[in-house]
């Protein structure tokens, strides 16, 4: 009988047998990893879908607002006075019979000082190196007719 007793042979036995390689255990974590990985596709396009939705919700609102706008504005636009509004706002039209004045802004307090047109002319400046590199390389690509 060894000094040690059977009870301390069974842990050391116990210990070496879970030393030991188990197959099994590491095909059942790459396994559970491989359902974790695959899950995360469909996660992500639910995630992608919602926002989608959320975007095309913003977006129907705005454009019913849009719609509401148009509508009022096109109600508007069926009265008489409101043609006659724009008539003589946008288009300066006056009704037969009546006059227009036309409001000019008051003159400047000092005459602009008269500019000969010499001077107005930019004098020709010498085209950079790279400039007329570029005008050369991009002549030579065109097609002679």
């Known amino acids: 009988m060894s000094a040690k007793g059977p009870r301390a042979q ?3 036995t116990q210990r070496e047998q879970n030393k030991k390689y ?3 255990a590491a095909a059942l974590g790459l396994i559970v990893v491989a359902l974790l990985v695959s899950s995360l596709y469909p996660a992500r396009t639910l995630v ?3 926002q989608r939705v959320a975007a095309l919700r913003g977006e129907s609102a705005a454009l019913d607002r849009k719609i509401a706008e148009l509508r009022a ?3 508007a636009l069926q009265t ?3 043609v006659e509004r724009i008539a ?3 288009l300066g039209m006056i009704r037969p019979g009546e006059t227009a004045f036309a409001v000019l802004p008051a003159a400047s307090p000092q005459p602009r000082p008269h500019v000969p047109e010499a001077a107005t002319v930019d004098p ?3 085209e950079s190196a790279f ?3 570029w005008t050369a390389f991009s002549h030579s690509f065109r097609i002679a007719r």
């Open 80 to 82: 008489d006075e409101e």
């Open 10 to 12: 069974r842990r050391k």
């Open 22 to 24: 188990r197959p099994h």
């Open 73 to 75: 504005r096109r109600d």
């Open 124 to 126: 020709p400046q010498a």
């Open 48 to 50: 992608s879908r919602r």
């Open 88 to 90: 003589r706002e946008e």
């Open 131 to 133: 400039s007329r590199w």
